[in-house]
Each structure stands twice: as C-alpha cells, then as structure tokens.
Nanobody, 124 residues
Framework: QVHLVESGGGLVQAGGSVRLSCAAS????????MGWFRQAPGKEREFVSV????????KYTDSVKGRFTISRDNAKNTLYLEMNNLKPEDTAVYYC?????????????????WGQGTQVTVSS
C-alpha cells in the first residue's frame, strides 16, 4: 500500500509560481510511474503531468506545456510539480497519484493510489 501526501498549494496571483510536493511512503516509490492530476469545481479530474519511474519520460497536458515541470527524487520518495506563469484557469485541487504495473498512461482511472489533494487558487 502506497500512502501519498501532497503539500505546497495555496493562493497565488496570476503570473506567479507554486511548487507542489508529494511525499510517498509504504511502498516502492522508485519503481512506480507517478502523475499529477487536478479537479476544478464542477469538472472531472484531469491529467496534468506524468513521469516514468526513472524520470526519463514526462508528459504534459497541452495547457500547461512550457509552464509546468514534473520531477521526482527517488532517494527522497518525493514527486514535484513546479508551476510557473500560473493562470486563473489553473485553479483546482491538485492530486498526486501512483500506479502499479509497467504501463505508462495519462488516464486517471489507471492510477491506483491517490493523495488527499492540495488546493491551488490563482487570482486574476
């Protein structure tokens, strides 16, 4: 069982930056593909960015390309999301997730373990 805890959210002005962290425990973090997803009020949870177990391959949803950077430190069992040039439409609860198995996917339903989420609010 993998336990995930996100931190780093908050209120930020448009154009600002936030760094999210996700601390993992209770499992083999270093062998799992990981991802960041978000859910805005009234909307379904959506893919933001995913990263392979070794950090070599990363994917981003189009709306965050060039602004967000996903990374991981397997020695610290921690996943990060650096978010720059934030926009009001980035406002959401951000979740980190981990999955079992070798398939690398952006689909939220394919991820097995989820954190409780951290709120990011971007004011205009």
């Amino acid at each position: 069982q993998v336990h995930l805890v996100e931190s780093g959210g908050g209120l930020v002005q448009a154009g600002g930056s936030v760094r999210l962290s996700c601390a993992a425990s209770g499992g083999t973090f270093g062998s799992r593909h990981m991802g960041w997803f978000r859910q805005a009020p009234g909307k379904e949870r959506e893919f933001v960015s995913v990263i392979t177990w070794n950090g070599v391959t990363k994917k981003y949803t189009d709306s965050v390309k060039g602004r967000f950077t996903i990374s991981r430190d397997n020695a610290k069992n921690t996943l990060y999301l650096e978010m720059n040039n934030l926009k009001p439409e980035d406002t959401a609860v951000y979740y980190c997730a981990a999955k079992r198995g070798a398939v690398f996917t952006t689909t939220p339903g394919n991820y097995d373990y989820w954190g409780q989420g951290t709120q990011v609010t971007v004011s205009s």
